[in-house]
């Protein structure tokens, strides 16, 4: 099932999307207490998508592909190097990616994204799949410059955590084996990155039960899996696309602030 959230007017549905996106067959409820049909279709083009989740905490790990670890020239992590984005940073697709007023360099990643279905706590491995609703598109935007002045100091906030530095999208695909999948990101159409999913160094099995052995998932969460290497830089006028078998493309623009 390709699950959907959007907006008819003013009023936010939760609905599935149809094969070749012939329409979207809409529900009451939401994924995480119970969907139920209406036998209502609203058509693609009369609705706007919103991001898959609204304003979820959103945990990611970074250095989580050897390749993304060379061209950073660093050591592969003792543990898993995690992080948090504000709930605030989420944007869906087709919104804007806001390029800061005073960056100076700002770059995407893009990344498999998990997002939990129940509550999770002590989660074996191999007990991961039955907490997971789904997969979805994300691109951890990062303002490098801050970031590395934060890392300095052991903290990590306003690199990654700036409104707009969350995009996620444009659907939750169910029932997705995530362990082979392939990943492409493009800016203007070129190619930046290129992967799969079988080159994590922690599986998603493994992160779930990492971080559901420290604290409590809750429904709603989302997990940025990591980004493999080719990572580089944005600028206004640029548009983002990540996009991942089984999933679909993540489209954003790029613009200034204040524009």
Known sequence: MLIVRYAVGDVCHYGELGADDAGIARFEGDPFTGLRPTGLVDQIADVLVLSPVERPRIFGFAYNYASHIDETDRDVPEIPVCFMKPSTAVVGPGDAIVYPADGELIHFEGELVVVIGKEARHVKASEAHEYILGYTCGNDVSDRIVQRKESKFGTLLIGKGQDTFAPLGPVIATELDPSALSLTTRVNGA???SATTADLLLAVPDLVGYLSRHL??????????GTPSGVGPI?????VEVEIEGI???????????V
């Open 191 to 193: 190619v930046m990155q």
């Open 248 to 258: 679909g493309v993540l489209r954003n623009p790029v613009v200034a602030e204040g």
């Open 216 to 225: 409590t998932l809750l429904p709603g969460d989302v997990i940025m899996t």
């Open 235 to 239: 600028h206004p006028g640029d548009e």
